[in-house]
């Protein structure tokens, strides 16, 4: 029978460990809450946004209008965006996207990989250093961004990277990130942010193009389709970042039911050997007496 000091140790860490789950899962719900709210109101502009974006692009298709966004090529130099998080602790947050990243390179980009003209640019910690121990062509990692999440610093980003597409830098920009549904579920996406195409997928359609356009396409070029690339950049940010809360909290909640499970089990284990070691030490009395009585 295990030892009754071990067992009480075991039990005391266990609580302690509960103790720190219960509170992580109290502060990612508080986190997710807030969070939550702000992607919930922007969805519907972004859409919205993209929607006339798809059908901007279809109209300067069929125009004489440059679309320096529109830029389509044969694909030699790829940037793919992962989004990932700062901290652990929520379950397989990080190592999906980062199997999502892996698998878009392999299926999609195996080329461009071995021969060099890929890279990657990732937005949280645990994403950077994975790829980073792989060696793979690397930019500078943008981790602090998860720490003031603002749209500022979101559109500052957007727009280095849509300057290094109009430099021909990259002839394709995609993003892999984990797109939030609810508290429990995250839907692993991967999505082209660059170049802007009137190709729908199927869930946002292209409004028609029959408008009149004030003060003309060429103004709209510069201000509607780079506002929109940089909300669709923020949204896939902000996205990740409320499936980050939502993950930890249902991984801290299985976590805290895990604990309490154990708890039962230990202080039960602890019960038998206790009543073990007391029926030892009343045989043992009963032997002593006995042997004086014989």
């Not at 030892?3 to 140790?9: C, E, G, S």
């Not at 302690?16 to 807030?34: D, E, F, G, N, W």
Request: aromatic letters at 8%; a positive charge.
């Amino acid at each position: 029978m295990a030892n009754l000091k071990a067992i009480r140790i075991r039990i005391a860490s266990v609580k302690s460990t509960k103790q720190i789950t219960s509170a992580m899962k109290m502060v990612s719900a508080a986190k997710l809450r807030k969070a939550q709210d702000k992607i919930v109101k922007l969805r519907p502009y972004a859409n919205k946004l993209q929607e006339m974006l798809a059908g901007l692009s279809q109209s300067l298709a069929d125009s004489n209008v440059e679309n320096v966004y529109g830029r389509v090529s044969a694909t030699e130099k790829v940037l793919i965006i992962v989004i990932t998080s700062n901290r652990g602790l929520c379950g397989a947050f990080n190592s999906n996207v980062i199997k999502e990243a892996k698998r878009v390179i392999s299926e999609k980009y195996y080329d461009q990989y071995h021969s060099g003209n890929l890279s990657l640019l990732t937005i949280g910690k645990h994403g950077f250093d994975h790829f980073r121990k792989l060696k793979m062509k690397m930019l500078p990692e943008r981790n602090s961004l998860l720490n003031d999440l603002t749209f500022d610093n979101v559109a500052f980003l957007a727009q280095q990277v849509m300057d290094s597409f109009t430099a021909k830098d990259f002839d394709r920009v995609e993003l892999v990130y984990n797109q939030f549904k609810n508290a429990a579920v995250q839907n692993l996406t991967s999505e082209l942010f660059l170049p802007v195409t009137a190709i729908s997928d199927g869930k946002i359609k292209a409004v028609p193009v029959d408008y009149i356009y004030e003060p003309g396409k060429e103004e709209i070029i510069q201000e509607l389709i780079p506002k929109s690339l940089m909300i669709h950049f923020y949204k896939a940010v902000l996205d990740s970042f409320v499936a980050e809360h939502g993950a930890r909290m249902t991984a801290m909640h299985k976590a805290t039911d895990n604990a309490t499970s154990m708890i039962k089990e230990l202080t039960l284990l602890y019960n038998k050997a206790r009543q073990a070691t007391i029926t030892n030490q009343i045989l043992e009395v009963v032997s002593g007496a006995e042997a004086l009585n014989g």
